[in-house]
C-alpha cells in the first residue's frame, strides 16, 4: 500500500499483523454477508451457518496447538481477556503466584488488581547470566500457597523465548497450575500443548495467528475449573436461570465476534497449510538479516541476544537519538510504521534496563522482505545523520 511518495513498510507485527492473507478478508466478508445470522441462538439457515464458522474455527486453533478436544479452547475478544479468565479464574484470597520479569500489562495489572484486592502475593524472576529466566531461582521461590505459575512464551520487547516446556515440568512437579501468555508465538512457534503438559494458555488473534483484532482464546487442560468472568445468553440450556457448566459456554457469554472469528479461523488455515515451521524459519531469517544490517550502524545496542534464536522481534537504541524522535520521523517522512516507548510491558524494560525512556522495536511479519530491510536501514540512517 502506498502512502504518500513512499510505500508502507510496516514493521509493527508484534502490536498487530498486518496485511492479511487475502483469505482473512474474503472470509470476514462472505461471513457478513452469508452468515449474519446469532449462531446457536435459532434453527434458521443464517444462524446455522455462522455456528459452523466458529466450529470450523475452533477445531482449527485446536489442530493447530496439538489439542484434542476443541471445546477446550475458548474463544475470547483477545489475549488480555484470557489471561484475565485465567488469572482471576483461579486465584483466591492469600494464594502466591511466580511470574517473569518479561511480563506484558496484560498479565502485570491482573496480578496488581489482585495483590491489592485480594492480598495476593506476587514473586518476580528475572534472569540468568545467559538466559531471559533463571530456572532455579524460579524453583526455589515456590512456597505452601504457590497456585499458579505464569510465563510469557515470547518477549514483545527482547524477542527471548521462554523455557515453557521446563517450566511446565517444574510446575507438575509441585503441583501448581501454569499459566501460558503465548500472544506473541502463536503462529510463529509449533505449540502442541497436550506434550508440553500446559495447563492454560492464552493466545490473542490478531498477532501472529494472521485473523482480525477482538479475537483471541484460552485453553483450559481438562481437570482445571476456572471461576468465569461473566454469566448471560449462550443459546444453549435456556430453560434454566442457571448459567450452563458445559465447555465452551461455561465461559462464552453474549452474541460472539463471529465476523472476526471466521477471519481468524481463515489465517489459522492459511498458517496450517502453509506450516508453522516455515514460518518460523523464514522470520528468524529476516531477523538474523535485520540484525546483521543493524549491528553494522556505529553506536548501536539491540536488546536481547542476537546470538541465539529468538522471535523476529528486535529492539534497539541509538545514544544521544531519542526512539520516539526515530519512529516519528521514519513514519512521517519514508512510511515506515515501528514502534517506540515500552511496549505496554514497564516490567520487561525495567529488567533489561531502558526504564523510563523505552526503546525502538522493530517487529517483522510473514510478508516482510530483505528490501524493506535494506530501505528501512537507509532511512535509520538518514534520521540518525539528521539528528546529530
Known amino acids: 500500500m502506498r502512502t504518500g511518495k513512499h510505500k508502507t513498510v510496516y514493521f509493527d507485527n508484534a502490536a498487530s499483523s498486518w496485511p492479511k492473507p487475502e483469505r482473512v478478508y474474503r472470509a470476514m466478508d462472505a461471513c457478513m454477508r452469508n452468515a449474519g445470522g446469532n449462531p446457536g441462538r435459532s434453527g434458521h439457515r443464517l444462524s446455522l451457518q455462522a455456528a459452523r464458522i466458529i466450529f470450523e474455527t475452533r477445531e482449527s486453533l485446536a489442530?493447530?496447538?496439538?489439542?484434542?478436544?476443541?471445546?477446550?479452547?475458548?474463544?475470547?475478544?483477545?489475549?488480555?481477556?484470557?489471561?484475565?479468565?485465567?488469572?482471576?479464574?483461579?486465584?483466591?484470597?492469600?494464594?502466591?503466584v511466580i511470574t517473569t520479569g518479561f511480563e506484558h500489562n496484560s498479565v502485570m495489572r491482573p496480578l496488581r488488581f489482585l495483590e491489592?484486592?485480594?492480598?495476593?502475593?506476587?514473586?518476580?524472576i528475572g534472569p540468568s547470566h545467559k538466559e531471559p529466566l533463571d530456572l532455579p531461582l524460579l524453583e526455589k521461590a515456590i512456597t505452601a500457597k504457590t497456585k499458579l505459575i505464569v510465563s510469557m512464551h515470547?518477549?514483545?520487547?527482547?524477542?527471548?523465548?521462554?523455557?515453557?516446556a521446563q517450566i511446565a515440568g517444574i510446575a507438575k512437579r509441585h503441583g501448581i497450575v501454569f499459566?501460558?501468555?503465548?500472544?506473541?508465538?502463536?503462529?510463529?512457534?509449533?505449540?502442541?500443548?497436550?506434550?508440553?503438559?500446559?495447563?492454560?494458555?492464552?493466545?490473542?488473534?490478531?498477532?501472529?495467528?494472521?485473523g482480525p483484532q477482538g479475537t483471541g482464546g484460552l485453553y483450559i487442560r481438562e481437570g482445571i475449573v476456572l471461576r468465569a468472568l461473566k454469566q448471560g445468553g449462550t443459546g444453549s440450556r435456556s430453560e434454566s436461570e442457571e448459567h450452563p457448566e458445559f465447555l465452551p459456554d461455561k465461559y462464552e457469554s453474549g452474541t460472539p465476534n463471529t465476523v472476526g472469528?471466521?477471519?481468524?479461523?481463515?489465517?489459522?488455515?492459511?498458517?496450517?497449510?502453509?506450516?508453522?515451521?516455515?514460518?518460523?524459519?523464514?522470520?528468524?531469517?529476516?531477523?538474523?538479516?535485520?540484525?546483521?544490517?543493524l549491528q553494522d550502524i556505529d553506536g548501536m545496542r539491540i536488546y536481547g541476544n542476537p546470538a541465539s534464536a529468538g522471535l523476529a522481534v528486535v529492539s534497539f537504541t541509538v545514544p544521544e537519538v531519542n526512539s520516539s524522535t526515530?519512529?516519528?520521523?521514519?513514519?512521517?517522512?519514508?512510511?515506515?510504521?515501528?514502534?517506540?516507548?515500552?511496549?505496554?510491558?514497564?516490567?520487561a524494560h525495567r529488567t533489561i534496563r531502558t526504564f523510563p525512556e523505552g526503546t525502538l522495536r522493530i517487529s517483522l511479519g510473514i510478508f516482510n522482505t530483505t528490501r524493506e530491510i535494506n530501505y528501512f536501514i537507509r532511512c535509520l540512517k538518514n534520521t540518525i545523520k539528521q539528528a546529530e
Not at 479461523?265 to 546483521?292: D, F, H, P, Q
Request: glycine share 10%; aromatic share 4%; charged share 20%.
Open 261 to 293: 472469528i471466521a477471519g481468524l479461523g481463515a489465517g489459522v488455515k492459511y498458517i496450517l497449510s502453509t506450516g508453522v515451521r516455515n514460518i518460523g524459519e523464514k522470520k528468524a531469517w529476516l531477523r538474523a538479516y535485520l540484525i546483521k544490517k
Open 63 to 96: 489442530e493447530l496447538f496439538g489439542v484434542a478436544d476443541s471445546s477446550r479452547i475458548i474463544l475470547t475478544s483477545n489475549a488480555t481477556e484470557s489471561l484475565n479468565l485465567a488469572i482471576k479464574g483461579i486465584l483466591k484470597t492469600g494464594d502466591h
Open 116 to 124: 491489592k484486592e485480594s492480598k495476593l502475593s506476587l514473586s518476580c
Open 179 to 210: 499459566l501460558v501468555d503465548a500472544s506473541q508465538t502463536a503462529g510463529s512457534l509449533p505449540i502442541d500443548l497436550t506434550k508440553l503438559g500446559v495447563d492454560l494458555c492464552a493466545f490473542t488473534g490478531h498477532k501472529a495467528l494472521l
Open 154 to 164: 515470547g518477549s514483545n520487547v527482547s524477542g527471548d523465548i521462554f523455557p515453557i
Open 326 to 347: 526515530i519512529a516519528r520521523n521514519l513514519s512521517d517522512k519514508y512510511s515506515i510504521m515501528t514502534r517506540p516507548g515500552l511496549h505496554c510491558a514497564p516490567l
